[in-house]
């Protein structure tokens, strides 16, 4: 089984996570984790026909975005990787300067 981190930062453009979301889904070679803002969820609400529950539910393990106890947030958690759609540019920020609040 693969596993991928499917992250969703509060950017517009979140049905381009939803929809990566419904693609793996088909795939039962892959174990999905997700990672959602509260930014994220809110611009679920706003631009979407989604509702946040509803794409939770397309991931096999959903985490609390600020849990950074997650199992995805050690070292040793084999991944694939992981992909964070839509991005904000302070999550970008954050990631490309080391910054570990969360767990984008």
């Keep these: ?8 930062s509060g950017a517009t453009g979140a049905i381009y996570g939803i929809r990566i979301l419904e693609v793996l889904r088909e ?15 809110l611009t679920i609400e706003e631009e979407t026909d989604w509702s946040v529950s509803d794409v939770v539910n397309l991931a096999d393990y959903p985490h609390e975005f600020g849990d950074i106890g997650a199992p995805i947030s050690s070292g040793s958690f084999r991944t694939e990787g992981m992909v964070i759609a839509p991005c904000a540019i ?7 300067n080391s910054i570990n609040s ?3």
């Design 1 to 8: 089984m693969k596993r991928l981190i499917v992250a969703m």
């Design 27 to 41: 795939d039962p070679a892959v174990e999905v984790h997700l990672v959602m803002s509260e930014a994220a969820a």
């Design 90 to 96: 302070k999550s970008m920020s954050m990631i490309s």
């Design 102 to 104: 969360n767990l984008l």
